[in-house]
């Protein structure tokens, strides 16, 4: 199948495009650090497989510095590699072509079958739109088309070009720009080598020896290297500025009114107070609109679970499905509206334009942490999930500055934690209305992901004491113009962040509720039987009721099982925190990813009681301690909220951070870490509130 690459600096709109193109819903975003890996996806005409898409980080140039850019300098350079492209698609920022021309020409003069792209052509006049055209197509002798991802306009122009391309109906011609190399002799030295091109020899002379990508800051070690690299770049920018003085004289509307924008908005004392807001509006948002949905899907499930136990017959396999599936399932798929939110509110500052703004404001700050700008990608980004978040980091060229903010990554509230804390903060901070917009619990919440901003940068700065680097840290970035956002593409990519989210969780919740179905099911021979006799004849004796007996029953059967002996025995270790042996078997399950924690608490309460239409929440409230105070009271449930803000929780994590640093040592002391921290923070909680 015939592979196009698709290439472009960061903010060009190449991730729209690669949507457009492919009808997937990879992420996108105003900042750098969106695309960290190589992403494929399928080019298909009237149902028929056409091209593969092959979507590279977005690079300034190709003498990259930072791990993700290099992923585009190998692949283009080594032939050999899976991801070699045939032909290519240059994706530009109309707005902004003058600056993004630079990777163009280096593209160009490798001899690869170019097609450009520009976007955002819906924010020029016509008459611009076809300046900007005809100047690319005449100065550099390639197939340009213009496009708006936005409004869909002119899409299917470029569709169909990308067809004929890949049918082989409309080749492109191999285009060379007469550029002048800054090494000496290279023409006789590539002709010795076997090379047809002269700059292909070029880089491969330079980069040939270090494709290893783990080895590509040595290449800047070299200073007769370092010193081609600039001689060419500025060669190249001063041919590219002697033909686009006109664009750089048109300033657009959009440009004119971000720049009186962020005359205030670059200012600290404005941005950073005006950012705190808006995030305390995305946690108020996440508790007051999502509670009617929440309210729905979980009476929901619980009408369902009733029924299923109506009208299945009785057997194993339906005690199975009523009493650990759906439970399980139903306690992560309660909290999808509160997550939705968060992705759909995070989203939407992203794509206006406004999270670039945040990184730029706070790489002053950061440093004083051992973190820089771009770091800040890192920390936003694990708000939703970690892994995503660690793999972001390669756009950070200081080897110090990336291992730090790895390392603190996890601290950061991640979307997993948030059924964790909506479940349990009502019993830490009432539920209260403050001015009729506001309430309590999502002061709370934003107290929460505050807690865990502020110990991950202590964290941060005290790493940066005991590693050292003695390369240069520095934040370079582009500065989109503020765009309103298209409601399309905030609502896909946050639908495709639930869908995985549930998809990932649902499959683990699934596995672990079978299993903890039979442990709490099963025991050694009688013992089950001699616990239901011992609570009749109690009931008996007592003069209890029906519905007494039949709940106690379920209770002295669980605690009999093989998951109440498991829990009894790991029940020491957590009885300092506050925690029974039930919450103990969350917690170790919950191991495997933070969100198992509620769907196996509604597996293991549901167990536990014969009344299946019973709320989770009203279970946790009903559950008492042996002297008849309840379990969940705030100081229980404090220190509960506390492990998980601290502890790391997701094996997922563990081995992203494993691959990313090649080596065993920093997960396990990360893990370490975070652990003996949750859990003096939950002992602290436990006995001093």
Not at 91 to 107: F, N
Not at 565 to 581: A, H, S, Y
Request: proline share 5%; glycine share 8%; hydrophobic share 45%.
């Amino acid at each position: 199948m015939h592979k196009i690459g698709l290439i472009g600096n960061p903010n060009s709109g190449k991730s729209s495009v690669f949507n457009e193109l492919t009808g997937l819903r990879h992420k996108v975003g105003n900042y750098p650090g969106v695309t960290v890996e190589i992403s494929t996806g399928t080019f298909m005409v009237e149902g028929r497989k056409v091209a593969q898409l092959i979507d590279f980080p977005g690079a300034y140039s190709l003498h990259s510095n930072t791990s993700d850019e290099f992923l585009l300098t190998r692949a283009l350079l080594d032939d050999r590699r899976p991801e070699h492209p045939q032909t290519l698609l240059y994706v530009a920022d109309a707005l902004l072509l003058e600056k993004q021309l630079l990777l163009l020409t280096q593209i160009i003069d490798l001899g690869f079958p170019v097609v450009v792209c520009l976007t955002n052509c819906d924010q020029l006049d016509p008459g611009e739109v076809e300046d900007r055209v005809e100047l690319v197509r005449e100065k550099l002798g390639v197939r340009v088309v213009p496009v708006s991802t936005k409004t869909g306009w002119n899409v299917g122009q470029l569709k169909l070009e990308l067809q004929q391309i890949a049918l082989g109906d409309h080749p492109l011609p191999r285009q060379a720009h007469s550029l002048s190399l800054p090494d000496p002799g290279i023409e006789a030295e590539c002709q010795k080598a076997g090379f047809a091109n002269a700059y292909l020899y070029f880089l491969w002379k330079h980069y040939g020896p270090r494709l290893d990508p783990g080895r590509i800051q040595e290449a800047y070690l070299h200073r007769e290297s370092i010193r081609l690299q600039i001689e060419e770049t500025m060669q190249r920018h001063a041919w590219i500025e002697s033909w686009t003085e006109p664009l750089r004289q048109l300033k657009n509307r959009s440009h004119l009114l971000t720049a009186r924008i962020d005359q205030w908005l670059s200012r600290p004392w404005i941005g950073v107070p005006l950012f705190v807001v808006a995030m305390f509006l995305v946690f108020q948002a996440i508790f007051s609109w999502a509670t009617l949905p929440m309210d729905l899907i979980e009476g929901g499930f619980a009408g369902l679970q009733s029924l299923l136990g109506e009208w299945l017959p009785a057997g194993w396999a339906t005690e199975l499905l009523v009493k650990g599936v759906v439970p399980g399932l139903s306690g992560v798929m309660v909290f999808i509206p509160q997550i939705a939110l968060l992705f759909f509110l995070i989203g939407w500052m992203e794509e206006l334009g406004y999270m670039a703004r945040v990184v730029y404001l706070f790489d002053h700050l950061l440093r004083k942490f051992g973190l820089n700008g771009r770091s800040l990608v890192g920390l936003i980004s694990g708000g939703a999930c970690a892994i995503p978040a660690i793999l972001s980091t390669r756009s950070i060229n200081n080897k110090r500055d990336r291992l730090v903010t790895m390392f603190v990554i996890p601290l950061i509230p991640c979307s997993a934690r948030i059924p964790v804390y909506a479940a349990l903060i009502g019993f830490v901070v009432p539920y209260r209305e403050m001015g009729g917009i506001f309430n309590s619990q999502g002061m709370a919440f934003m107290a929460l992901y505050t807690l865990g901003i502020a110990v991950a940068l202590l964290t941060a700065a005290v790493i940066r004491f005991f590693v050292k680097s003695d390369d240069l840290s520095y934040l370079v970035l582009q500065l989109p113009d503020y765009r309103w956002p298209s409601l399309k593409n905030v609502l896909l990519v946050a639908f495709d962040k639930v869908r995985s989210f549930v998809a990932e969780a649902g499959v683990i919740i699934l596995l672990i509720s079978i299993v903890l179905w039979f442990l709490a099911s099963f025991s050694w021979k009688g013992e089950l039987q001699a616990a239901e006799q011992e609570v009749r004849e109690r009931a008996k004796v007592e003069g209890q009721s029906e519905a007494w007996t039949d709940h106690h029953v379920e209770s002295a059967k669980l605690e009999r099982s093989f998951a109440g002996k498991i829990g009894r025995t790991i029940e020491p270790v957590f009885e300092p925190l506050g925690f029974d042996w039930k919450i103990s078997i969350a917690l170790i399950t919950s191991f495997a990813a933070r969100e198992v924690f509620i769907g196996t608490m509604s597996t293991i309460y549901s167990l536990g009681s014969s009344e299946n239409e019973m709320l989770l929440r009203q279970k946790m409230e009903q559950e008492l301690r042996p002297d008849g105070s309840p379990r969940y009271d705030r100081r229980t449930s404090a220190s509960l909220i506390l492990f998980y803000a601290f502890a790391m929780q997701c094996m997922s994590t563990f081995a992203v951070m494993w691959k990313e640093t090649r080596t065993r040592r920093w997960p396990v002391i990360q893990f370490i870490y975070m652990g003996l921290l949750a859990y003096l923070a939950s002992w602290l909680a436990f006995h001093l509130l």
